[in-house]
């Protein structure tokens, strides 16, 4: 496989990241994971909006415009004989010795590579089990940062609960996934919380809420109690690489069975539609 790498496309093994890189001590950088459909990415200028967006949040510059971006990234994905799967972006601020104080001389670096989409199929009729729990993250969750202890800590504890995903609740409001944002269906209405500080405004979450307003299916962007999921009709996840997944049960701090609903199928079909 390859590695984007300064700017290079290179062997994996070639690109060589150095042990005073910040985002290595620190967790100081960004990220974003892209999908690829049949050699086209999904949604790539969105994706680069939001890293644009991640860096002037943190005081970071990226090293290249957007369009030499998505150019460095076609090159890769040539290079890999690559149509299918997700591209791994990461920009760190760069090396400098370990200083909690950035000096903004540093010079980014950033790194993208292929991996494999995993096959979701069968997930995407049966649907999938999601472990509700406390949201202890920071509040700026709106930046895709490299830190992410508290998504990592609670994918696990999902997984210890044979659950897929972890869903968060802050001051018992519900606000996303682990790796996901989350929606309920309740009446034939769309339930979610809105993109402020408490959680990653994805890009496949404005596909869904599009998708919603070209349909006529009403919207509510609000923050929501955990104890609402317990009377939803349907309920689903959004994301890059799970796309639009149902969610059967819910266990942890709520516990309920769902049905896989209508307008969860109409709403993955209307997905499955755009991205073909
Ligand atoms: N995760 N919320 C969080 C916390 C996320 O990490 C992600 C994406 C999303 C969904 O965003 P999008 O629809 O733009 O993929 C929501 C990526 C895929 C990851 O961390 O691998």
Redesign the pocket.
């Known amino acids: 496989a390859y590695i984007l790498w300064q700017g290079q496309i290179m062997k994996e093994a070639t690109a060589q990241a150095s042990l005073f890189d910040r985002g290595y001590q620190f967790g100081d950088g960004i990220?974003?994971?892209v999908?690829l459909y049949d050699g086209q990415f999904f949604?790539l200028q969105?994706?680069l909006e939001?890293l644009n967006k991640s860096a002037e949040k943190l005081d970071m510059t990226l090293p290249y415009t957007s369009a030499e971006l998505t150019h460095l990234l076609y090159q890769l994905i040539q290079k890999d004989h690559a149509d299918n799967g997700?591209v791994?972006v990461q920009v760190t601020r760069g090396t400098s010795t370990r200083d909690h104080l950035y000096s903004r001389t540093e010079t980014p670096i950033l790194s993208a590579y292929l991996l494999p989409q995993k096959d979701h199929r069968q997930a995407h009729t049966s649907g999938i089990a999601a472990y509700v729990t406390e949201d202890i993250r920071w509040l700026r969750?709106d930046i895709?940062s490299l830190n992410?202890l508290g998504?990592v800590m609670a994918k696990r504890q999902a997984a210890d609960h044979q659950c897929t995903e972890a869903i968060f609740h802050r001051d018992g409001m519900i606000t996303?996934?682990?790796?996901?944002?989350i929606f309920l269906v309740n009446n034939g209405t769309l339930y979610t919380h809105p993109a402020n500080n408490f959680?990653?405004?994805?890009?496949?979450?404005?596909?869904v809420i599009d998708i919603a307003e070209e349909r006529h299916i009403n919207v509510v962007q609000e923050p929501f109690p955990k104890e609402v999921l317990a009377h939803a009709d349907e309920a689903f996840l959004?994301?890059?690489?799970?796309e639009i997944m149902p969610i059967h049960s819910f266990t942890g701090d709520v516990q309920v069975t769902l049905p896989i609903g209508p307008i969860t199928k109409r709403i993955q079909e209307a997905f499955t539609a755009r991205i073909g």
Do not use: P, V
């Not at 959004?238 to 799970?242: E, L, P, S, V």
């Open positions: 990220y974003e994971m999908r949604a969105k994706h939001r997700n791994y969750c895709k992410l998504n996303e996934g682990a790796s996901t944002n959680i990653l405004d994805g890009i496949t979450r404005q596909e959004t994301g890059t690489t799970i």
